[in-house]
């Protein structure tokens, strides 16, 4: 399954290491208002990152989680 997650806070960095971490997700697309924070949360858990929320939705995802997004 691949999975989107839009907004990577707190609990949004915590839901990326949950999800990529289970055996039922094959891979996990990230995007941030803030697009260092996405990409270093990608460097380190090995998923995708999309630029826009749009991008994220055309990526090909199976599902998506929205957690607090604040640029």
């Known amino acids: 399954m691949r999975l ?3 907004g990577l806070g707190r609990i949004g960095s915590f839901h990326a290491e949950t999800l990529s971490g289970l055996a039922a997700v094959d891979s996990l697309v990230v995007c941030d208002p803030a697009p260092a924070r996405a990409a270093g949360l ?3 858990l090995g998923t995708d990152v999309a630029g826009t929320p749009e991008a994220l ?3 090909g995802i199976d599902g998506v989680r929205l957690d607090e997004v604040r640029p």
């Open 42 to 44: 990608a460097e380190r």
């Open 57 to 59: 939705l055309a990526s």
């Open 4 to 6: 989107g997650l839009l």
